[in-house]
């Protein structure tokens, strides 16, 4: 039988064109990285390098200018009651120091957490739970801009309207919990460490709102229906799986807002009547922070006055640092709300 022209037998392979099993043919070398991730990777490393250079010259800056002062201190820098940099009361020598700023610092702060943080939870957890779409969006969209509000219109909003109008409270604390010494009030104009504080947990409740609000978003849908699924209401739903996995980021939220109220100078310095004494009640007018004695001093002192105003702003820059350092731990104990997992 004729076999057809057409169809005619594969050549047999060339031994030159045999590969071994297992063994794939090389190929051109090509260059590890592309050219643009090499230059975005160097500005990225320039920028993280060029960071930690301005906090070092920051920090070498503040330290230099607070040894000056320092060093010709009469007064002990961490208990004294007094600022008086320019020595009117001691015979010309500078004897001042930080107590009354360091307490009415972290007193104002705390007041600001205690008032703003379960408040911030309970809308965080509105918009990203319980409110319907049409409604959520208006909500965390105006709770966005209350974060762009300058700190002077706070500053001013709180003198006028909310210090005048804060009495009444006053009143009420004094009337039923004025025995601790905590919240007596012996009257007067409501600028006290109590006013600045819920001033600071208005400024600080957008930041701990959207941050919180994204956390409880990235929590994994399945903790969530199989909690649904057991027969659980919707309230122990978020109590069992919800606030348990945002625990961390919600912490972080809480301290990322407090490094804003460590910080802020104009609001304080509009709303607080300072006085260099540590009162036991909160509603006492009187106190001091930090950020408010530089503000209100900075301008009519001397040289060596500033260097000590730059010395109390060293402590603040460390405790602002630490405050941060402690969220960015916080942070890396639990990487999971950051929905990497989800």
Do not use: C
């Not at 001042?96 to 957890?125: E, K, N, Q, R």
């Not at 965390?140 to 006028?160: E, H």
């Not at 009519?300 to 260097?307: F, L, P």
């Amino acid at each position: 039988m004729d076999i057809p022209s057409s169809t005619t037998a594969p050549p047999p392979p060339r031994r030159n064109d045999v590969q071994p099993s297992g063994i794939t043919p090389k190929r051109p070398r090509r260059s590890a990285t592309r050219p643009g991730d090499r230059i975005f990777l160097g500005l990225s490393r320039g920028s993280g390098i060029a960071l930690l250079v301005i906090m070092a010259a920051i920090a070498a800056f503040l330290t230099y200018r607070a040894t000056l002062a320092l060093s010709d201190n009469t007064g002990n820098f961490l208990t004294t009651f007094e600022w008086d940099p320019a020595g009117g009361t001691t015979g010309g020598k500078p004897y001042f120091g930080i107590a009354v700023l360091v307490f009415g610092t972290v007193v104002s702060s705390v007041i600001a957490l205690v008032i703003a943080v379960p408040v911030a939870i309970g809308i965080a957890l509105f918009i990203s739970h319980y409110a319907p779409r049409k409604l959520a969006t208006p909500i965390a969209f105006v709770i966005d801009l209350l974060a762009a509000v300058p700190s002077i219109v706070y500053g001013l909003w709180g003198a006028l309207v909310v210090a005048p109008n804060l009495t009444g409270l006053y009143s009420w604390l004094d009337d039923y919990f004025g025995w601790t010494g905590v919240f007596e009030y012996q009257g007067g104009a409501p600028r006290s460490l109590m006013t600045v504080g819920i001033l600071l947990a208005i400024m600080i409740l957008p930041i701990i709102t959207n941050v919180s609000r994204e956390v409880f978003l990235q929590v994994p849908k399945m903790h969530e229906e199989a909690a649904l699924a057991l027969g659980a209401t919707r309230w122990e739903t978020i109590r069992m799986s919800v606030l348990p996995f945002a625990r961390s980021g919600v912490i972080s939220a809480s301290m990322l807002g407090l490094g804003r109220a460590l910080g802020e100078t104009i609001a304080v310095a509009t709303v607080l009547s300072p006085t260099f004494l540590i009162s036991a009640s909160v509603l006492d007018p009187g106190g001091g922070t930090f950020a408010q004695n530089i503000a209100s001093k900075f301008n009519e002192a001397t040289e060596y006055g500033r260097d000590a105003l730059i010395a109390s702003g060293l402590v603040l820059f460390i405790i602002t640092l630490l405050v941060n350092g402690a969220a960015r731990m916080i942070i890396a104990r639990r990487k999971e709300y950051s929905g990497a997992n989800a």
